[in-house]
């Protein structure tokens, strides 16, 4: 079986391309050769390749700078996934697309359910929830995976930040009131790897709309005080931390103060669970860079 990946550098691009060949050929279509705001390039692509799934692993995640470039950050979070949606669907293929707790805007006291409505605090949230819905209105089958606070040992995340700046700096202030699941991009590869097994086997769950985190919570400074502590561990220098509002860091998109999603759906349906977030974390640690 053909598997289109779109997006090539990305975190769940780059885990999904370890884990995947043993399911199929993949088709790994990166800025070069797919550009994701030019709609005919999408249909043409995905036409040539005639994939049996296709997996939007691309996505215009720049939370903070989609606030000064709405139009870019909805072409690529909104128009594209609908037009890869629209292709699945005529060649009778499935699509699997990433989505976030950004979609939520955090002020539930308990994690957030699929039936819950969403309501989006800014720009990135609101192409990501534009995005699920073109591609629910195509109608296909498809697997749209909510995650949450993604990180890994490539490109730019929050782990690898911490890391370099809890050794340069003596001390670091952290925001302690977001509360959410950090989400290894590992994690998020295997639970879509084990969904594909179970299609391909026949055992399909419902398709629509599923949370995909780590189990278990924390807060950006909890997750933080994690790394500093592997970092001790390991013999290398730690900044201290100090914990702070959000208030106290201000950032042009405004944050989910609740970014917990429950993943149960995902479990009862599909029967895939994902690791504590700490037991991923020491995975990921471990891995070789």
């Known amino acids: 079986m053909k598997i289109l990946i779109t997006g090539q550098h990305g975190q769940v691009s780059q885990a999904l ?3 995947l060949p043993p399911l199929g050929e993949l088709i790994v ?14 249909r043409q692509q995905v036409r040539a390749h ?14 903070d700078q989609a606030e000064s470039e709405p139009e870019v950050a909805f072409a690529i979070n909104a128009i594209a996934p609908g037009i890869l949606a629209e292709e699945a669907k005529a060649l009778g293929a499935p699509l699997i697309h990433y989505s976030t707790d950004y979609v939520f805007d955090g002020s539930k006291p308990a994690p957030y359910t699929e039936a819950d409505t969403p309501n989006p605090l800014g720009v990135y949230g609101q192409s990501k929830l534009a995005g699920e819905q073109a591609i629910a209105a195509v109608g296909g089958e498809h697997l749209i995976l909510r995650t949450s606070w993604v990180y890994s040992n490539h490109g730019k995340n929050f782990l690898l930040t911490m890391q370099r700046l809890l050794q340069e ?3 670091m202030r952290i925001v302690a009131d977001q509360i959410g699941a950090p989400t290894w991009a590992g994690t998020i590869a295997d639970s879509t790897r084990a969904l594909i ?4 086997a026949g055992a399909a769950g419902a398709w629509g709309v599923y949370h995909l985190t780590a189990q278990g919570e924390t807060s950006w400074f909890g997750f933080a005080q994690a790394i500093g502590e592997h970092l001790r561990a390991t013999g290398k220098a730690c900044a201290e931390l100090e914990a702070i509002p959000s ?3 201000p950032t042009p998109a405004k944050r989910p103060l609740n970014s917990r999603l429950d993943c149960s759906r995902l479990q009862h349906q599909w029967h895939v669970a994902q690791p504590h977030w700490l037991d991923a974390l020491r995975e ?5 860079h």
Do not use: F
């Open 29 to 42: 279509l990166g800025r070069e050769q797919l550009d994701l705001t030019n709609v005919d390039q999408i």
């Open 17 to 19: 391309q370890q884990r």
């Open 247 to 249: 208030s106290a860091y």
């Open 50 to 63: 005639r994939p049996g799934l296709i997996i939007n692993a691309a996505a215009h995640t720049a939370v």
């Open 197 to 200: 097994e179970h299609w391909q």
């Open 169 to 171: 700096k003596p001390q």
């Open 284 to 288: 990921c640690l471990a891995q070789p």
